[in-house]
T-cell receptor, first 114, second 112 residues
Framework: AQSVTQPDIHITVSEGASLELRCNYS??????LFWYVQSPGQGLQLLLKYFSGDTLVQGIKGFEAEFKRSQSSFNLRKPSVHWSDAAEYFC????????????FGSGTRLQVQP | DVKVTQSSRYLVKRTGEKVFLECVQD?????MFWYRQDPGLGLRLIYFSYDVKMKEKGDIPEGYSVSREKKERFSLILESASTNQTSMYLCASRGQNRNTIYFGEGSWLTVV
């Protein structure tokens, strides 16, 4: 069975500092990986996705993520955090067919200090 | 612009009531999903549907049912609401072949 682990429940960073959110997955085949962001009271917005090819993927809002097969990881990074990045972040894994749902991690809540 | 619409954003229901949560997508997607979101647990899949009148159980289907009579609409039904079903419910849709999954804004349900 597939699973996703986000080991950090809550992270606090200062505005302007760099950010890395961790994600580890367990999956039997080639994974399709996603990062979503959720602002308070809202649905989830896709930040970026990895299907194949270049293991470093760029997303919206200045985020990027790197797929490392050997470590079963797909960590999200941003070089300089803005106060508006405060939100909850979810990593997800799925199959390449739309028939199957994504499996989500439990989320990491990001707080940004001025 | 893609859109998944959950018509009820905030609901308060009494224990034992039958509750309907409606979701409509305008992207002609075959696949639709209902997730439940609780603090510290992330998103958990309740049910999904890959075609009209087709449905499959997710990880936590107990106490829920679904209906998909039309391609664009996927309803979640709580036959007899209980307080442990107080949660945020997220609907999503996805096309075939590795397409992105799109989410609605969520429905906050409180059962008292």
């Amino acid at each position: 069975a597939q699973s996703v682990t986000q080991p950090d429940i809550h992270i606090t960073v200062s505005e302007g500092a760099s950010l890395e959110l961790r994600c580890n997955y367990s999956y039997g085949a080639t994974p399709y990986l996603f990062w979503y962001v959720q602002s308070p009271g809202q649905g989830l917005q896709l930040l970026l996705k990895y299907f194949s090819g270049d293991t470093l993927v760029q997303g919206i809002k200045g985020f990027e993520a790197e797929f490392k097969r050997s470590q079963s990881s797909f960590n999200l990074r941003k070089p300089s955090v803005h106060w508006s990045d405060a939100a909850e972040y979810f990593c997800a894994v799925g199959e390449d067919t739309g028939r199957r749902a994504l499996t989500f991690g439990s989320g990491t809540r990001l707080q940004v200090q001025p | 612009d893609v859109k998944v619409t959950q018509s009820s954003r905030y609901l308060v229901k009494r224990t034992g009531e039958k509750v309907f949560l409606e979701c409509v997508q305008d992207m002609d997607h075959e696949n639709m999903f209902w997730y439940r979101q609780d603090p510290g647990l992330g998103l958990r899949l309740i049910y999904f549907s890959y075609d009209v009148k087709m449905k499959e159980k997710g990880d936590i289907p107990e106490g829920y049912s679904v209906s998909r009579e039309k391609k664009e609409r996927f309803s979640l039904i709580l036959e007899s609401a209980s307080t442990n079903q107080t949660s945020m419910y997220l609907c999503a849709s996805r096309g075939q072949n590795r397409n992105t999954i799109y989410f609605g804004e969520g429905s906050w349900l409180t059962v008292v």
